[in-house]
């Protein structure tokens, strides 16, 4: 009778903060990626790549203290519309170069809104941020499916990267 539950008040969070230091590993490891997939190593999207690893680990670290999930929710939203954003107006493989691991990162976001689902579920609260979340992210993964299939030349039509 006295073993703690997930709906606990003082219990702290542990799925999602791990998800989210995958997250930020899988953005941290850029470099590596790029080498392992024969990808340009851009600057840009290095730096990118590093300031959205230090935000996922930011946001981690926030979640564990049992806040800032709508920075998490702010976070994804904003680095999915941005890259599929700068895939489209640039052409395809460009949203590839800007996030080499974006299947890894799309599993990671899945993965996140539902352990979010159901640790909201067992603590009785209201799971409907968390399952606008993953509906978004199964929007995207399909919207990105479609990018990386129809393969558009994009507005500025830059193609593929020279070299």
């Known amino acids: 009778m006295n ?9 702290r969070p542990l799925v ?38 230090a ?8 979640f564990r203290q049992g806040r800032g999930f709508s920075h998490v929710v702010s976070l994804i939203v904003g680095e999915d519309l941005g890259v599929l954003s700068a895939g489209l107006l640039l052409g395809y493989p460009w949203a590839d170069y800007l996030r ?23 603590a009785s609260r209201p799971i409907a941020p968390a399952t606008r ?6 929007a995207y993964t399909l919207a990105f499916a479609l990018y990386v299939g129809l393969k558009p030349r994009g507005i500025w039509s830059l193609g593929a990267f020279p070299g």
């Open 3 to 11: 073993q703690l539950t997930a709906s606990t008040p003082g219990k």
């Open 16 to 53: 999602a903060p791990l998800i989210l230091a995958l997250i930020s590993a899988t953005h941290l490891a850029y470099a590596l990626l790029v080498n392992l997939r024969g990808m340009p190593l851009l600057l840009p999207a290095l730096c990118l790549a590093l300031f959205l690893g």
């Open 55 to 62: 935000a996922y680990a930011a946001a981690a670290w926030l």
């Open 100 to 122: 080499p691991g974006t299947v890894a990162i799309i599993g990671l976001q899945l993965a996140l809104g539902f352990a979010e689902i159901w640790r909201r579920q067992e």
């Open 133 to 138: 979340l993953t509906w978004f992210v199964l």
